[in-house]
């Protein structure tokens, strides 16, 4: 018999987990988990060996990170955003983005707060709000398009609103919310004195000639934006788990010291590889995305042989597709016939979603083509026997 705490109670295994089984037990092809089939490239992991083998960096790293990736992340903002960040006070390395958002929510939320999360959400926004005591309150994007109403996100503020969760480009619709969007957004968390934790970890994924604009950017908005973001997705990388964030120091503050107490230091060797990384030449941020858009449009070619319908995503290495007229079921119904039957693993949204609003996405599934081309490839052969 379970012995857990109440705040653990509701939280069941991550789709991720329960999908990788499944596919694993049907030896279905997996396009469920978003994880690259391919390797990080050969320089930034013999850059993790050399640092390993130096005999300098296998002790506790400071906590905060160490500085020469601290100004690797400051610069790379500045490169990227124009945005100036100070690395000593406005930089803090952390366990991917993942640890990087909870220490963000335990830093900045109290008990009894409320933080608008937008829908469908990646899936551990929610347990770290509910860790810290607070209450989600939850706006959807509606397909196809994946926009929000102005009207519900902004009936979603109230005076006990202290956060907002934006996460661009997103994950799972591959929306990159435009100027127009992102407007709404800070002047309404302006107006209601709210943060913004700003999830940005596909910010080199943008597709189709998108580009992505940081909220931090926006006018009123640098004071107010916590930013976290990963090397997992931009250097192929996801299973070393160094991530960052970073922003004003006042707001940063109660993030440092939830993280000081959460891990209080990242792998070391790793986060010396990750400050070469990101110091690499715009050619590899474009090739990056290069090669991205040609893996995007093999998995395009094989949805369009398979009866699915999907809106090409702007960012993101996600689309999700519309089954309803190949299926009639629910998303993890489908999802298991495509494992059992067709040998294609998928991510069904449902825990995505709160309860109330899991309707919104019943018509979809999430593929994910991180993956070899040979893979894609294949994926077209296995897919279309849903039209037969
Ligand atoms: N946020 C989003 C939107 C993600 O898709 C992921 C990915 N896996 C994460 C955060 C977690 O990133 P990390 O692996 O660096 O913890
Ligand atoms: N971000 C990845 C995805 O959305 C998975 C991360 C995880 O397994 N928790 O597929």
Request: glycine share 8%; net charge negative; hydrophobic share 40%.
């Amino acid at each position: 018999m379970s012995i857990s705490a109440r705040r653990v109670e509701t939280f069941g295994t991550t789709i991720f987990t329960e999908i990788n089984q499944l596919a694993q037990q049907y030896s279905a092809l997996n396009l469920g988990q978003g994880k690259p089939d391919f390797d990080t490239p050969a320089d930034i992991v013999a850059e993790m060996i050399k640092a390993a083998q130096s005999g300098q960096h296998n002790q506790y790293a400071p906590g905060p990170g160490i500085a020469s990736l601290r100004h690797a992340v400051a610069n790379h903002a500045a490169r990227f955003y124009g945005l100036d960040i100070d690395p000593d006070q406005g930089v803090i390395v952390t366990a991917g983005a993942t640890e990087g958002i909870l220490s963000c929510v335990l830093g900045l939320v109290d008990p009894g707060d409320e933080v608008i999360v937008i829908e469908p959400f990646y899936d551990s926004y929610v347990p770290n709000i509910l860790m810290a005591g607070a209450t989600p309150v939850f706006v959807p994007l509606h397909p196809p398009t994946w926009t929000f109403d102005p009207d519900e996100l902004r009936a979603a503020f109230t005076p006990r609103t202290r956060v907002l969760i934006l996460n661009s480009p997103h994950n799972p619709s591959g929306r990159v919310f435009s100027r127009e969007e992102l407007s709404l957004v800070a002047e309404l968390c302006i107006e209601h004195n709210v943060i913004v934790i700003n999830d940005e970890v596909y910010e080199h994924l943008t597709l189709g000639g998108s580009t992505y604009i940081p909220i931090a950017t926006l006018p009123g908005m640098f004071e107010r934006t916590v930013t976290v973001s990963s090397a997992g997705k931009t250097f192929s990388a996801t299973g070393w788990k160094i991530g960052w964030a970073y922003g004003h120091p006042d707001v940063l503050d109660g993030v440092a010291r939830a993280h000081q107490f959460t891990i209080f230091a990242v792998h070391h060797p790793t986060q010396e590889a990750v400050a070469y990384a990101l110091n690499q030449p715009d050619s590899y941020y474009n090739n990056f995305r290069t090669m991205y858009q040609s893996k995007l449009h093999l998995l395009m070619d094989a949805l369009d042989g398979s009866g699915l319908t999907y809106r090409a995503p702007e960012g993101t290495y996600f689309i999700m597709a519309d089954f309803s007229a190949v299926f009639d079921g629910m998303p993890r119904d489908f999802t298991r016939y495509l494992i059992k039957e067709i040998g294609v693993a998928c991510i069904p949204p449902e825990s995505m979603y709160s309860k109330g609003h899991v309707h919104i996405g019943k018509n979809y599934v999430r593929f994910s083509f991180c993956k070899s081309d040979q893979a894609l490839v294949q994926a077209k052969g296995l897919l279309s026997k849903l039209r037969g």
